[in-house]
């Protein structure tokens, strides 16, 4: 089974998604996985402040599929 991480590198090796994209959606990747392997050890107001100051990241992304799926 595929993680996180290589649906993104398939991303970007077909064009959809841009290397600076990719790397962004590989950090989240690896967030999420200290947040769901580690969430008692997470301070919610942390992962709070990520979220607000990267939500960008996901229009970006969102934005970015949606033009592959468009074409």
């Known amino acids: ?3 996180p991480e290589d649906k993104e590198k398939g991303l970007m ?3 959809i998604i841009d ?3 990719y790397g962004t959606m590989e950090k989240m ?3 999420r996985n200290v947040v769901i392997h580690q969430y008692e050890k997470i ?3 942390i992962v709070v402040g ?3 100051k990267n939500l960008a990241d ?3 992304y969102k934005k970015a599929i949606l ?3 468009s074409a």
């Open 50 to 52: 990520i979220l607000h």
């Open 43 to 45: 301070d919610p107001g």
């Open 1 to 3: 089974m595929l993680g």
């Open 19 to 21: 290397k600076k994209l």
């Open 13 to 15: 090796e077909s064009r």
């Open 29 to 31: 990747a690896k967030f």
């Open 58 to 60: 996901f229009e970006r």
């Open 67 to 69: 033009r592959y799926l």
